[in-house]
Nanobody
Framework: VQLQASGGGLVQAGGSLRLSCVASGLTFGFYVMGWFRRAPGKEREFVAGISRDGGDWNYADSVKGRFTISRDDVKNTAYLEMNSLKPADTAVYYC?????????????????WGQGTQVTVSS
């Protein structure tokens, strides 16, 4: 199983980025997908998750209303659309997958992880 995250970069505060996570080696439609992040000097935290049917979402309070998670099961890809970015959003962002139905918010509940993509928001 491989999860390949991409789309990170340097953006000014107030800007937008879209992260992608392409999965291979698994039956994508059976998996809940999640995004996590780790900022410098901080622990990894949950950002967003989407159920395997795409009908249920869960977001961290810090990103609600600004970030949107989605999935395309034809492309085996999960997305994280990030708008109104803040310097506090600066982190390495990781996608993760777990074979279950409901969204999970804790990293230890996920089976597979991508390599991470850096997001840097300048003030």
């Amino acid at each position: 199983v491989q999860l390949q995250a991409s789309g990170g970069g340097l953006v000014q505060a107030g800007g937008s980025l879209r992260l992608s996570c392409v999965a291979s080696g698994l039956t994508f439609g059976f998996y809940v997908m999640g995004w996590f992040r780790r900022a410098p000097g901080k622990e990894r935290e949950f950002v967003a998750g989407i159920s395997r049917d795409g009908g249920d979402w869960n977001y961290a309070d810090s990103v609600k209303g600004r970030f949107t998670i989605s999935r395309d099961d034809v492309k085996n890809t999960a997305y994280l659309e990030m708008n109104s970015l803040k310097p506090a959003d600066t982190a390495v962002y990781y996608c993760a997958a777990v074979r279950t139905q409901r969204v999970r918010r804790y990293g230890h509940q996920y089976d597979y992880w991508g390599q991470g993509t850096q997001v840097t928001v300048s003030s």
